[in-house]
């Protein structure tokens, strides 16, 4: 056997995985197929016809690159993985969205992916225009705004601002939200193609849109630089900023690009104008910057010429296709009016029905109170007729009570009057029997002066005395005893004479006279004011009983309208003294 024979069979198919903005799909490919047969396979899975726009990109080292479509895929330097990795996205750009981009699902990528490079800061976007477009994103993937639907919080899962921008203010995710929301709020009635459409006509504007950025030198100056390659042309760009070119090369103004090997020249179109050149360190990269350059220089002069057939059926198809959605859409939008409508009106009948049914309800309790209030009422109709009956009856008792109550009333008064006018009397007795007793403590205070000048006189004829009888003493020791002194009390010395009256008794008798007078007079002044009280109570007593006998009355009156026995007539105490005793007047006489 030949060892040529034992030779491993080579794989007739290769996996591939291509990876759009949406979803990922595998095929399996011959071995033979060129770059063009796996593209169009991708696009027919995809639906899409706008071709031009879009190409397969992979990875190579620290760069990426675009599959060729003319040269056998497993020929160029594609990963060696398996599945082989591809990236389905867009690799030129329109210069005017709305009027080249015609199919849906072509919007759709390019909406998808100008999304991601903006959130990704690959496209530079101010924090006004990030809200904007965020609102329109969250348009097209969850309709209109419902603010029963859509509670404080249903974006907190989504990525709708680049980062830049939230750590650039201080702003909680809350309060993005209700930014983002209040925008989102005015689109409604915008369908999800419209929406996305919106989003790339504000977003095509932005400086960094559709730009291809790669490093370059300037001659062989080493002067870094940035070159810049989009759908208007060639822009040369400072290292440090991407917005604001320094020098740009329309594709219309350049005449020619040639490259060789790391240079590149661009020739204007205005010989006057100089040639511009500069140097790329990778060959990777000039390849990957001559194939945008062709590209894009090819869709620029494309535009300017008439539409082909296909472009021009695919346009047609496209109006007619959104004219038959606008058409849908109306209809939608009138169906679900309607539908709302109908829910209303539903919702209108249903609380009509609810207030309906609880104002019959209502009505049919006031029914049964109202029969219960006629019965009772019936009832308490014939009650009352009996109790007028008896009533009428007992108002002739009534009266007669009331003519009996009069004059017991009259009698009382009467008896009243007359201890009102005792007790007048009695308040008179005892204001002359105050005055007496005041002159006579001031009689009684004029007596005991006297009595105290009395005692001083005596006192000092005493104390002469004493002097007379120490001056006489020794005559007296020398001749007899003298003579008693004459019983009136006056002793005569020498020529001159000195009457002296010792009558002790009659001024003790004169004293103890005057206080037995005022002790009787105070037991008898005590005497009338007890008295006096005892009136008084005497008189509170007959009120109070008047009192009783009117309430006893009108009780019973009472008592007679509702048909109870009368009370027996009220009896003033027995025991009520009408006419008080009156101590004897006295009448005190001055010694």
């Known amino acids: 056997m030949s060892i040529l024979g034992l030779k491993k069979k080579q794989p007739k198919t290769f996996k591939v995985k291509v990876i759009t903005m949406d979803a990922e799909m595998e095929f399996s490919c011959e071995v033979k197929w060129k770059g063009k047969d796996l593209f169009d396979l991708v696009c027919r899975t995809v639906g899409l016809r706008e071709t031009w726009f879009f190409g397969l990109r992979y990875t190579v080292k620290d760069t990426y690159a675009w599959l060729k479509t003319e040269k056998r895929v497993l020929d160029q330097e594609v990963p060696k993985d398996s599945p082989i990795t591809f990236h389905f996205l867009a690799k030129f750009f329109p210069e005017k969205v709305e009027e080249e981009l015609v199919q849906e699902i072509t919007q759709h990528l390019f909406f998808l992916q100008v999304k991601k490079q903006i959130l990704d800061e690959e496209i530079f976007c101010s924090p006004e225009a990030s809200v904007l477009l965020a609102s329109y994103a969250v348009q097209a993937k969850y309709g209109d705004y419902e603010p029963n639907f859509h509670k404080p919080g249903f974006l907190a899962q989504d990525e709708l601002l680049p980062k830049r921008v939230l750590m650039q203010y201080q702003m909680t995710a809350d309060m993005w939200e209700e930014k983002i929301t209040a925008w989102y709020a005015e689109h409604r009635g915008i369908a999800r193609d419209e929406a996305e459409m919106d989003y790339l006509k504000i977003a095509q504007d932005l400086d960094m849109y559709g730009v291809s950025y790669f490093a370059i030198t300037q001659n062989k100056r080493d002067t870094d630089l940035l070159l810049g390659v989009d759908a208007q042309g060639l822009h040369i760009y400072s290292p440090n900023s991407k917005l604001n070119p320094n020098k740009s090369f329309p594709w219309s103004g350049i005449r020619n690009i040639s490259y060789s090997e790391k240079e590149f020249t661009i020739k204007p179109l205005d010989k006057k104008k100089d040639v511009f050149k500069f140097y790329s360190s990778q060959l990777r990269v000039n390849k990957l910057i001559l ?75 006031a029914l049964l109170r109202s029969e219960e209030t006629a019965d009772l009422l019936a009832e308490k109709a014939q009650i009352a007729e009996e109790e007028a009956k008896l009533l009428a009856h007992k108002a002739a008792e009534a009266e007669q009570e009331r003519q009996r109550i009069e004059a017991t009333a009259l009698k009382t008064k009467e008896e009243k009057r007359l201890m009102e006018q005792k007790m007048r009397e009695a308040e008179q007795l005892a204001v002359k029997l105050v005055e007496q007793s005041e002159r006579r403590s001031k009689e009684a205070d004029h007596l005991k002066q006297d009595l105290t000048e009395a005692k001083d006189a005596e006192r000092r004829a005493k104390q002469k005395l004493l002097e007379i009888t120490k001056t006489t003493y020794p005559l007296i020791a020398a001749y007899s005893t003298p003579p008693p002194p004459p019983e009136g009390g006056e002793l005569a010395l020498g020529s001159g004479s000195m009457r002296i009256d010792f009558k002790d008794s009659d001024m003790k008798r004169l004293s103890m006279e005057i206080e037995r007078e005022r002790l009787e007079y105070v037991e008898k002044s005590k005497h009338l004011q007890d008295q006096l009280k005892e009136l008084k109570s005497e008189i509170e007593s007959l009120k109070l009983e008047e009192q009783q006998q009117q309430q006893a009355g009108v009780y019973s009156l009472r008592n007679e309208a509702r048909g109870y026995p009368p009370e027996p007539p009220y009896m003033p105490h027995s025991n009520v003294r009408t006419t008080p005793p009156y101590p004897p007047r006295t009448t005190l006489h001055a010694p």
């Open 291 to 365: 194939q945008l350059c062709i590209g894009n220089h090819d869709l620029f002069m494309r535009r300017r010429k008439v539409d082909s057939i296909e472009v021009q059926q695919m346009k047609s198809q496209a109006k007619e296709e959104k004219a038959r959605k606008k058409v849908e859409r109306q209809i939608l939008a009138r169906e679900k009016q309607m539908r709302e409508e109908a829910e209303r009106a539903k919702e209108e009948m249903e609380r009509r029905l609810f207030q309906l049914q609880d104002e019959a309800r209502l009505a049919n309790e």
